[in-house]
């Protein structure tokens, strides 16, 4: 199994509602009808869920949460991802080193929230996987995980989906993902590790990754 753990979604949204997910406390966890049921029908079929959430940051907003993962991957923390809002929708491709349950989860359930803010009425989807190049499998791949069906009163998990379109919609934030990736190798490889300062670098900050509304540290 990869080390890399993958979280995306492609949510579409208005602006306003954008800003509205930002700023809102992630409500409890029963936004998730079965929370238990996440690996049912995928790779890990047969595997219960039902100590994986005990960590989640429930009452958190997505704010707080992608600034602290951007905060982090400034740092060259393993948290590396991208969070946008364009062409009308929330996107988003998150990197994890290792199933770091926290962080893997309170994910899963800000996508979920994220259902009060849709501005279309069909379900909309979350995808989780592991792939050691953090690429997305093709949609007819045995290797997902979980896959979150994302409606306006509440998340589910389902146990099969056709991921076709989900797919497709996800390869331009997989393509400003890699665009990412790419710069901070290249940081990394010219930094002076001989200067005994810690590797710090704000490429996670910039808009083209990072929606600078997530950066605006402001009471909501």
């Given at each position: ?66 600034a602290e993962r951007v ?26 080193l290792g199933y770091d349950?926290?962080s893997v989860h309170t ?114």
């Open positions: 199994m990869s080390d890399s753990f993958m979280v995306a979604a492609r949510i579409p949204m208005s602006r306003e509602g954008f800003e509205a997910w930002l700023g809102t406390p992630v409500p409890g966890l029963g936004r998730i009808a079965n929370p238990a049921d996440m690996f049912d029908g995928w790779l890990w079929n047969g595997r219960r869920a039902d100590t994986e959430w005990n960590s989640v940051d429930a009452e958190t907003t997505p704010r707080e949460y992608f905060d982090d991957a400034c740092s060259a923390k393993s948290s590396d991802g991208v969070l946008l809002y364009r062409d009308g929708a929330l996107e988003a491709y998150l990197f994890h349950e926290w994910a899963l359930l800000v996508f979920a929230a994220a259902g009060e803010f849709k501005s279309e009425p069909g379900d909309d989807t979350v995808l989780f996987w592991a792939e050691t190049g953090a690429n997305l499998w093709p949609a007819d791949a045995d290797g997902w995980l979980a896959v979150l069906s994302v409606g306006r009163s509440e998340a589910r998990f389902v146990d099969a989906r056709d991921l076709t379109d989900v797919v497709a919609g996800l390869r331009p934030v997989e393509s400003r993902f890699f665009e990412m990736v790419e710069r901070l190798a290249e940081e990394e490889e010219s930094w002076d590790w001989d200067s005994g300062e810690k590797f710090r670098t704000d490429t996670p900050r910039d808009p083209a990754f990072t929606d600078p509304s997530v950066l605006e540290r402001r009471a909501d």
